[in-house]
C-alpha cells in the first residue's frame, strides 16, 4: 500500500465523525448534530453500528430508520462501524491482547481478531441492515480502530472504498494510505477526561497545517460539560480556514486533485 505525504491542499478540510450512532445512542446523537450545527459543522460522518451490544437492530426500528434516512438526505454520511460493537473475551488471551481489548477499549474491538469469515459475515450482515433502513455505506471503520489483519483482507474483498485508523485514512479503492491523527476525547474516568483536554489542545494545534484535521466524537463526550465546550471550541477555530466534509467527499476530492495532477492539470 502507498503512503500520501501530508501536505497542504486546494481545500483544507475538517471531517467530524460521530462514532457509536444506534437505536441506544440516537437521542444524544440528535443533541451532538444541533450543537455542531450551531457552530458551522452541517455534514459528518455518522459511524452507526447495526446492533449495539445486541440491543436491538437498526432495521427493526422504523423511527430510527426514519431518522437516518433523513440524516443521508441532509448530507451527512453513513460509515458501517463494525455489527455490535462488541467483543466476546477468548479463554487464553495474552497480556498485550487484555490490555488492548480490555484496557485500551473496554472489550469494544470488535474486529480485532476475528477471522476472513467471521469478519466477512459481520460486514454482510451489517450492509444488509443498513439496505434494510434504505441507505448504504461506502465507508467500514472497525470498533476503536482497531482491525485485524485477516478482517481488513475481509473488508476489501467486500468492496468498501475505505477504512480509518487513528493515524491514517485508508483508500481501499486506490490503495494509498494517507497519514492523518485523529482527535479522539477519553472520558470514562475524571484523570482521562483531565488528560484528553491537555492531549487534544496540544493535537489542535500541531495539526493546524495539516491539510484534513479529522475529530472523532463518542456519545458520552456530550455528558461532560468541559469536553463538549473543548469539541465545539476546536471546531469553532478550524472553521476559520477549514470545509467541513465528509470521509467520502474528502476522498473523492482527493482522488480528482491525484488525477488531475497525474495528467498535469491546473
Known amino acids: 500500500m502507498q503512503t500520501a505525504r501530508q501536505k497542504t491542499s486546494s481545500f483544507p478540510s475538517l471531517v467530524v465523525s460521530i462514532h457509536d450512532v444506534s437505536i441506544v445512542t440516537r437521542g444524544i446523537v440528535e443533541e451532538m448534530l444541533e450543537d455542531l450545527a450551531g457552530v458551522g459543522v452541517s455534514v459528518t460522518s455518522l459511524l452507526v453500528i447495526p446492533d449495539h451490544h445486541h440491543r436491538g437492530r437498526i432495521d427493526g426500528n422504523e423511527r430510527f430508520s426514519s431518522w437516518l434516512r433523513g440524516a443521508v438526505a441532509s448530507g451527512h454520511e453513513v460509515v458501517l462501524h463494525g455489527f455490535s460493537h462488541f467483543r466476546t473475551r477468548k479463554y487464553g488471551e495474552g ?136 469539541i465545539l471550541k476546536c471546531i469553532g477555530l478550524a472553521l476559520r480556514n477549514r470545509e467541513a466534509t465528509t470521509y467520502r467527499v474528502w476522498l473523492a476530492q482527493t482522488r480528482s486533485t491525484s488525477l488531475s495532477g497525474q495528467y498535469g492539470e491546473s
Do not use: Q
Not at 441492515?129 to 489483519?149: D, K, Q, R, S, Y
Open 95 to 230: 497480556m498485550a491482547t487484555r490490555l488492548i481489548t480490555r484496557s485500551y477499549t473496554a472489550g469494544e474491538g470488535e474486529f480485532f481478531d476475528l477471522s476472513f469469515k467471521e469478519a466477512s459475515d459481520l460486514l454482510c450482515e451489517g450492509r444488509r441492515a443498513l439496505a434494510n433502513c434504505g441507505v448504504t455505506a461506502e465507508g467500514f471503520i472497525a470498533p476503536a480502530w482497531l482491525l485485524g489483519g485477516e478482517a481488513e483482507n475481509a473488508v476489501r474483498e467486500e468492496g468498501f472504498a475505505y477504512t480509518t485508523r487513528i493515524g491514517t485514512v485508508i483508500d481501499i479503492r486506490t490503495g494509498v494510505s494517507y497519514p492523518s491523527r485523529s482527535m479522539v476525547y477519553s472520558v470514562r474516568a475524571g484523570w482521562r477526561r483531565a488528560m484528553s483536554l491537555v492531549w487534544n489542545e496540544v493535537l489542535f494545534w500541531r495539526l493546524n497545517n495539516a491539510s484534513l484535521l479529522r475529530i472523532g466524537l463518542h456519545p458520552p463526550d456530550w455528558k461532560h460539560r468541559t469536553i463538549r465546550r473543548h
